[in-house]
């Protein structure tokens, strides 16, 4: 358990924890002043991206030399960070919406904190932990500013915004989720 408690700390664990428990709160609030139109993804698509954001300065470590010379076998490891990130965003957002005010459907909260973790993971494996947060960070910039998803191209590009249940926010979102973890988890934080 010890060894569980040191990964926790070298990982920021204890620091990403409150910001996604904090960025979640803070969209709560917002929903709860009556600022957000009810049925409105921005607000819960902007807790989940703020937690997955969060959470990724965790995929890096101190130093990455020491990392990779560990005898440990990362892959497990690096898989198992980036799925328990994901729920854990979820459930903050899930649970703190239990509080009273509905914002968000649960599949759509595991399908976006899903998906957007799987970016933050492409982001770690792309350009290392501390730029990790960059990719998502556009894809949603993008979304709130993407013409109305008419066409699939659009939809695609919108996904994290489109409802539960509508198969390109499913899609791109699997394929995020899949692609990030794996690349993540074999080629670890881009140095």
Do not use: C, K, N
Request: aromatic share 8%.
């Amino acid at each position: 358990m010890r060894w569980l408690t040191l990964y926790a700390r070298s990982r920021q664990v204890p620091a990403s924890l409150a910001a996604v428990v904090i960025s979640a709160v803070a969209v709560w609030a917002l929903a709860r002043d009556g600022s957000g139109v009810t049925g409105d993804p921005r607000l819960p698509v902007l807790a989940l991206a703020t937690g997955a954001m969060a959470a990724s300065i965790g995929l890096s470590g101190q130093d990455l030399a020491l990392d990779r010379t560990a005898a440990i076998r990362w892959v497990p490891r690096r898989t198992a960070h980036v799925l328990l990130s994901g729920a854990v965003v979820g459930a903050v957002l899930l649970t703190v919406q239990a509080m009273g005010e509905d914002m968000a459907a649960t599949a759509f909260v595991v399908r976006d904190s899903a998906g957007l973790m799987g970016l933050v993971a492409l982001g770690a494996a792309l350009s290392g932990g501390q730029y990790a947060w960059t990719l998502p960070f556009a894809w949603l910039s993008f979304s709130f500013f993407a013409p109305p998803p008419t066409s699939a191209p659009t939809r695609v590009a919108s996904w994290m915004l489109l409802p539960p249940g509508t198969a390109a926010g499913t899609w791109t979102a699997l394929v995020l989720s899949v692609a990030g973890t794996a690349a993540y988890a074999v080629a670890g934080p881009r140095r």
